[in-house]
């Protein structure tokens, strides 16, 4: 009963993930293709989806991403009431939802609208804040290192380890991995107007040191990638992008 119970909440959060991230990819690029390539990208993961799925323990990831999607849209949209709600629910399933904190903070600062929207982000917050301290006081982490012991202990082997190097920026993104260096100037000038991706980047690198199974803690960052991928879909769909051809 119990396996099964897990299989059916791994299930419902694999259904929640499809949905959110269609929507989401849908409202960014405007286009049901590039929204389809790159949901079916992501849902073919193997570390992001594909594990997290097969170990059915593992729903919470499925959860914490599809919530993670979820945040980040509202967040565009400055949908408040929709970001606080998913940001705290996305604590009960794990703590990936603060990064969007600092994601939120460059959005605002790169949109210019601190002065106006500030105040509404940050009461936003406030939930998810509450929900991850009620939960580290009330519940005791047990066979294993708290949150912040876990972290120094990674931090402290990681940084030095090749392996772990790899599996930060290589293996989670397979087979996609090279597509922003083949696409250089185009992943360039992507970035370089969307500055809050980049922040987005490096702060699930950051919370990767969090835990050893780098692979699925780099989820959120796949989200940036995935977002390139679906700028080149739906730019070269217009003729914009110069595409490789065979002579």
């Known amino acids: 009963p119990t396996a099964t119970a897990f299989r059916v909440v791994s299930l419902a959060a694999f259904v929640l993930l499809v949905i959110a991230a269609y929507r989401f990819f849908n409202r960014r690029f405007d286009s049901p293709l590039a929204a389809a390539t790159v949901t079916t990208l992501l849902l073919f993961n193997r570390h992001f989806v594909g594990?997290?799925?097969?170990?059915?323990?593992?729903?919470?990831?499925?959860?914490?991403?599809?919530?993670?999607?979820?945040?980040?849209?509202?967040?565009?949209?400055?949908r408040w009431r929709t970001f606080a709600l998913?940001?705290?629910?996305?604590?009960?399933?794990?703590?990936?939802?603060?990064?969007?904190?600092?994601?939120?903070?460059?959005?605002l600062v790169e949109r210019k609208s601190w002065r106006t929207q500030?105040?509404?982000?940050?009461?936003?917050?406030?939930?998810?804040?509450?929900?991850?301290a009620t939960l580290r006081l009330?519940?005791?982490?047990?066979?294993?290192?708290?949150?912040?012991?876990?972290?120094?202990?990674?931090?402290?082997?990681?940084?030095?380890?090749?392996?772990?190097?790899?599996?930060?920026?290589?293996?989670?993104?397979?087979?996609l991995t090279l597509i922003p260096i083949v696409f250089a100037r185009a992943s360039l000038a992507f970035f370089r107007s969307r500055l809050h991706l980049v922040v987005l980047f490096g702060a699930a690198v950051v919370a990767s040191l969090f835990g050893w199974n780098t692979e699925r803690?780099?989820?959120?960052?796949?989200?940036?990638?995935?977002?390139?991928?679906?700028?080149?879909?739906?730019?070269?769909a217009r003729d914009e992008i110069p595409r490789w051809r065979a002579t």
Request: charged share 10%.
């Open 51 to 78: 594990h997290p799925l097969w170990a059915a323990f593992h729903a919470n990831d499925l959860a914490a991403l599809a919530l993670f999607l979820i945040a980040l849209d509202a967040l565009y949209d400055a």
């Open 138 to 175: 009330v519940i005791e982490p047990k066979g294993g290192h708290g949150l912040f012991e876990k972290f120094f202990a990674v931090l402290s082997v990681k940084p030095l380890s090749l392996d772990a190097w790899l599996r930060t920026f290589i293996t989670p993104f397979a087979p």
């Open 118 to 132: 500030a105040r509404p982000f940050l009461m936003a917050v406030i939930p998810g804040i509450v929900v991850f």
């Open 86 to 107: 998913a940001i705290a629910l996305g604590q009960l399933a794990r703590e990936t939802s603060f990064i969007l904190i600092p994601v939120g903070a460059a959005l």
């Open 217 to 236: 803690l780099m989820a959120p960052a796949g989200i940036v990638v995935f977002l390139f991928v679906g700028h080149l879909v739906t730019e070269s």
